[in-house]
């Protein structure tokens, strides 16, 4: 096995959690990876914390925004610089399973198929496994992701020997969402591994978690950025309230 894994991170206000997260890369079975992080203007001591755990880990960059703009804008700062053969994503509060990394390489060995995603376990602020795992179905596409995102930034994996390296959609929300679309029009589907290999904390107040807040974005999304017609738009809303809904019961 071998390659680049070249992986995203956007800090905003992250002192809490961004140790456990970047612990959580460094304890992987696999080794060859850059971790390219990029502060929001953090007014915590996430910066701090960072350039501390640099000093013993080269492979740790970190990137400065000079305004607060949002996490579309930091995750495509950092993708404009991936230098590896893989591209992957982990928010400032998440964390992987030690074999994260292994487990996607070798299942994109294993299948041919140059996108996969996998489950993961939910947890509170504190880690505390209040919620359900979200097992995710086996494969999904471009029509399967209109009505349900699935794939959660924190377990995406791209091959992009395979697929190149795409931006996210400029907009506040939903952007992870319009990323894998630009890969699910290149291939028929991207495989999910259905055993959890990273935890995702809610955080309290989660705007995910907020379907009424979001509803405004989800139709901007259907319209605007895959401009689909009213018909459609309506077609994929209703399927994104219904699973939203079932996603997030415990």
Known sequence: MNGLVSIITPTYNSEKFITETIQSVQNQTYQTWEMIIVDDCSS???????????????????IRLNKNSGASKARNEAIKLVKGDYMT??????????????????????????FVFSSYRRSNENLEFVYSDFIVPSKVTYTDILKTNSISCLTAFIDV????????PDIRKRQDMGLWLKYLKEIPFAHGIQEPKAIYRIR?????????ALIKYQWQFYREVEKLSILESVYYMMHWMVRGFLKYRN
């Open 44 to 62: 915590d001591k996430t910066i701090e914390i960072v350039q501390q755990l640099m000093e013993d880990d080269l492979r740790i960059h970190l």
């Open 89 to 114: 994503f982990l928010d400032a509060d998440d964390i992987w399973f030690p074999d994260f990394i292994e487990n996607s390489i070798n299942t994109i060995k294993e299948t041919g198929i140059p």
């Open 161 to 168: 020997k395979e697929l190149g390296v795409k931006l996210m």
């Open 204 to 212: 309290e107040n989660s705007l995910s978690r907020d379907k009424k």
